[in-house]
T-cell receptor
Framework: EAGVTQFPSHSVIEKGQTVTLRCDPI?????LYWYRRVMGKEIKFLLH????????ESGMPNNRFLAERTGGTYSTLKVQPAELEDSGVYFC????????????FGNGTRLTVT | GDSVTQMEGPVTLSEEAFLTINCTYT??????LFWYVQYPGEGLQLLLK???ADDKGSNKGFEATYRKETTSFHLEKGSVQVSDSAVYFC????????????WGLGTSLAVNP
């Protein structure tokens, strides 16, 4: 089966611009998660979708971040406007069920805001 | 709140050396514990896990034992290979939090031939 895919793999943008990251989970996986690793810090949870519904968005840093999962398939994470501190690696993961089933991670999108 | 503390890297070893990467945690209740690995240019992969006290997770020659009395989940391997060079992350997940993982900082391991 195809794994979790993320686009783009790298993105370099200027402060104030908008960037949209995309995640395609494994087909049939209802659960989709976004995580972020800022340089030198821990990977942090951002949010969790079950199908198209946001189950938990407690980790979203502020209202410049907008995540969607229309139709319960792929998800996008938009940052608008981007700030320097948004630089980092954004990981997406999916799983079949909420508890007990393993998380499958994508390779991540490295975002650099200059 | 819940947290994970991992030994700082980078760790550099020679091939066939013994590896220990320390991981301790703070959590309410009875979390599940994980080790993830990220090889160069790849995504995070689950290496092993343990879901209750005294459980031992193992995979690819790596082992870690869930020690509730010391709140630890140290990763060990008896003889590392060059192909084990990667970044290793310790993480926990508490019941009822929808698999929201709490992560350590990660430890970079470089194994030299």
């Amino acid at each position: 089966e195809a794994g979790v895919t993320q686009f783009p793999s790298h993105s370099v943008i200027e402060k104030g611009q908008t960037v949209t990251l995309r995640c395609d989970p494994i087909s049939g996986h209802d659960n989709l998660y976004w995580y972020r690793r800022v340089m030198g810090k821990e990977i942090k949870f951002l949010l969790h979708f079950v199908k198209e519904s946001k189950q938990d968005e407690s980790g979203m840093p502020n209202n410049r971040f907008l995540a969607e999962r229309t139709g319960g398939t792929y998800s996008t994470l938009k940052v608008q406007p981007a700030e320097l501190e948004d630089s980092g690696v954004y990981f997406c993961a999916s799983s079949v069920r909420t508890g007990g089933s393993p998380l499958h991670f994508g390779n991540g999108t490295r975002l650099t805001v200059t | 709140g819940d947290s994970v503390t991992q030994m700082e890297g980078p760790v550099t070893l020679s091939e066939e050396a013994f590896l220990t990467i320390n991981c301790t945690y703070t959590a309410t209740g009875y979390p599940s514990l994980f080790w993830y690995v990220q090889y160069p240019g790849e995504g995070l992969q689950l290496l092993l896990k343990a879901t209750k006290a005294d459980d031992k997770g193992s995979n690819k020659g790596f082992e870690a034992t869930y020690r509730k009395e010391t709140t630890s989940f140290h990763l060990e391997k008896g003889s590392v290979q060059v192909s084990d060079s990667a970044v290793y992350f310790c993480a926990l997940s508490n019941a009822g939090n929808n698999r929201k993982l709490i992560w350590g900082l990660g430890t970079s391991l470089a194994v030299n031939p």
